[in-house]
């Protein structure tokens, strides 16, 4: 290993059977038995062979094959964003119009023209991130909105949140929707009082349009998931869950990762009920390497808060009773994943709502009998139930969970959720009160902003962006949003034996930051100045 700090080349591991020495650090260790140190020993494998004070190790080893003096920096585990659509996020950084921050529907069209310029070989305009809550016109773009800029090529764009759609007229004719198509349980295509359509799909009946939309190739999968490796890389984050894979995607994983190219250790979840279709997704084989392991499946119970859709248990404001959606019954929800369980899968669903969550772990009790050694999981969380406390409890489940969502979508939940609910919304402190594990993550591309060190300090102050608190009661430490990041997260992957904290015996993944965050009271200007994996260098700011 090379000095990082004094050598412009990237430290690696030593040389076969060697051992290098790291010193003269502040390591953060999150491991309780010896919560910091100031040195640690890697192998040739990347692996922690002992950790402590240059001094003891010296004596415990004759010599070392490297050493790189870290001058007093502080170190931290590899972060570990538990639930975040990393091709996605890569998707937004390649080929796809990011319309996040856009202010009006004006100024969305102005980018979508811009954007179909620039880009005249795009069979399908796609683009991402509106939310009506900060365009002036308080409400979604229509099919009329998008015709006035592109009418000759199919546009569909995402809402922030991916639980709502907006289609133009040519990609509603080429997907064959019109005001007599069918709509899918647990979905929405809304329409204006005379019948005629917006253009607008929620949920389920999203696959109608998206259905249509070619196919990517593994190219393409490749440079989305490679671009958005060496995003997630910069910001010190080591390992990734990407919660919702079709077969393309999957494949694309596995090929990357025979081919050695994976830069990030994945956790992919295989999707069961695409949205749609009524047709179940093939399970796949469970697969297991260094960095991709493909064994927990995914569904989707209900929609989602900012966009009013989660089945909640009273009425939105501002509608006639409307308490969300819910995506799944119990029949087609049980028999589904029940065929996953029996072939040794875990299962993760999305479920932010009362009514979702109580529909889930009703699911899992049951698949709970069948199997009680696998640890399933629900991502998201908005609410819980002291019923629901106990399934967590006595099931030893995670909950991933994304503060951010208050930074970013705060007054989406104030348009639409009573003061009591927001007092509560997304109740990190009652998961970790109550010992269930906490993951945390930030789900983008549904935010702009999956920086960890902003979404920990959200977890701490539960600020919006506008400085207002949501949820005032639900604040957590620093000290626990870091171990949600860390060996909170590797609990969620199952995987806490080999990550999460810097440790004799396992993998020498860790960030060299520019600052101690403990020395700081709002820790969202923490930066990366190294992040490390296997005890070689790859990110150096």
Known sequence: MENANQNNQSPTVPPSGARGLLFNANII?????????????????????????????RNQFASFSDEVDFQGQTIIPGLNDAHIHVWKIGHLRTYMLDVRGVKSITEFQKKLKEF????????????????????????????????????D???????????????????MEISKVDETTEVPFGGEIRKNKNGSLQGIFTERALGLIMNTIPAFTFDEYKKMILEAHNYLLSLGITSA??????????????????????KVRMNVFPLRIPDGTDEIQVLPER?????????????????????????????????????????????????????????GFSVATHAIGHQAIDLTLKVYRDLFKIDNTLKHRIEHVGFLSNENIKDFQAMNMTAAMQPIFIYELANNFKSTLSDALLEVVYPCKTVLDNGINLALSTDGPVVKEINPWVNMETAVTRKAMDGAVIGESQKITFQQALKAYTMGSAIADNLEIIKGSLSKGKVADFVVLDVNPFE?????????????????????K
């Open 29 to 57: 260790t999150m491991d309780p038995t010896l919560p910091q140190a100031e040195s640690m020993v890697v192998n040739s494998l990347g692996i922690i062979e002992a950790i402590g004070t240059a001094i003891d190790l």
């Open 520 to 540: 700081l009271e709002n820790v969202s200007k923490v930066g990366t100045n190294e992040t490390w994996i296997k005890g070689e260098i790859k990110y150096k």
């Open 116 to 151: 179909g310029i620039k880009n005249p070989n795009s069979g399908w305009i796609l683009a991402r991130g509106i939310n009506e809550m900060v365009l002036e016109e308080k409400r979604l773009p229509t099919k009329e909105d998008l015709d006035e800029v592109i009418s």
């Open 287 to 343: 697969y297991e390497s260094e960095f991709l392991q493909i064994k927990t499946v995914k569904f989707f119970s209900d929609g989602g808060l900012s966009s009013a859709t989660a089945a909640i248990n009273v009425p939105y404001k501002n509608t006639d009773g409307y308490k969300g959606v819910l995506r799944l019954d119990y029949d087609k929800f049980y028999n589904t994943a029940k065929e996953a369980v029996d072939k």
């Open 153 to 171: 090529r199919p546009v569909f764009v995402i809402r922030t949140c991916a639980h709502i759609g907006i289609a133009n007229s040519k990609a």
């Open 241 to 262: 869950t990407d919660p919702a894979a079709n077969e393309d995607l999957l494949a694309a994983y596995i090929k990357l990762d025979q081919e050695g190219l994976l």
